[in-house]
């Protein structure tokens, strides 16, 4: 077949108005590339052994970014600094850390913030409220994450928490996640980590569709029922539904980055880390 080629005054104004509609379909911009991490507790044996080395290897397995957990908190400014300078030449990125309570008091937060400033973190995530008691305690806790929120905002930083089971399960008819939620500023990122929210019973879709925006981060750990199996399963292979799970984050979530976390393995550590990050872009895929 011959096509000739016509000259644009042959082209009708009704046939131009139609091919220009068209192009805004063809040229669409490609969905938005969220970054995929590890929290490095996945890999703490490695870690305690060789920092440097164990970075350098999930960095090879395609990690994008990383997510220290409380001992860095003992680090050095200098050593610090070193750990800086590995994730730059690496091209990788350290977005948020894990803390203990004590990181949310007046001095320890000064520490926190020096800390992540030298890595690069935006947020800074408390990992465990400690014992807390009743619904007063938790809003307690939101005081102290909202306290912290003040002080980390002029510095273009967020305060973070990280929920596990018990933040799901009620406590005086209410769950202790909807008082933190709820005493909170916007901007403080709610951290969920999928597996615990799951164990406890509740739903993860629901709980991000309910709080748009601030589920900026996901701790990607998976959770089976049934014997031997709980958190032993790899990311991809329990009872989370992450395609819904990823629909939601994308959507009202406002997710920034994902965080690989693996309690447990049939696998040695690095292994399953390299399982899990392959795991992920096939369901991404």
């Known amino acids: 077949m011959v096509f000739y080629m016509t000259s644009p005054s042959a082209i009708s104004r009704r046939t131009f108005i139609a091919l220009s509609g068209a192009i805004p379909v063809a040229i669409a911009a490609p969905a ?30 395609g990690y994008e970014v990383v997510e220290f957990f409380s001992p860095y908190y003992g680090w050095t400014i200098e050593y610090a600094q070193e750990v800086r300078k590995l994730l730059d030449d690496l091209g990788i990125h350290c977005n948020s850390t894990h803390n203990g309570a004590n990181a949310f008091t007046a001095d320890g937060l000064k520490k926190a913030i020096e800390l992540n400033h ?63 939620a709820a005493n909170t500023p916007k901007e403080m990122m709610l951290q969920l980590d999928v597996g615990t929210c799951i164990e406890a019973g509740s739903d993860p879709v629901a709980w991000i569709n309910a709080n748009p925006g601030r589920i ?6 998976d959770w089976a029922a049934g014997e031997g199996k709980g958190y032993k399963v790899l990311f991809g292979e329990g009872d989370a539904p992450w395609p819904k799970i990823f629909q939601a984050a994308e959507g009202a979530g406002g997710v920034e980055y994902y965080l690989i976390e693996q309690e447990g393995s049939r696998f040695p550590s690095l292994e399953t880390a390299e399982r899990c990050i392959a795991n992920f872009k096939k369901l991404r895929a």
């Open 32 to 61: 938005r590339k969220i970054p995929i991490g590890l929290e490095l507790y996945s890999v703490r044996d490695e870690l305690s052994k060789d920092l440097m080395g164990t970075v350098r290897a999930v960095a090879k397995m």
């Open 118 to 180: 030298i890595l690069g973190a935006k947020f800074i995530v408390m990992a465990s409220a400690g014992r807390v008691t009743g619904l007063d305690g938790w809003k307690a806790v939101a005081g102290r994450l909202s306290e912290a929120s003040a002080t980390l905002k002029p510095l273009g930083m967020r305060a973070g928490y990280h929920n596990h089971q018990a933040e799901f399960m009620p406590v005086e008819g209410r769950r202790p996640i909807e008082i933190i």
């Open 216 to 221: 900026n981060t996901l701790h990607c750990k």
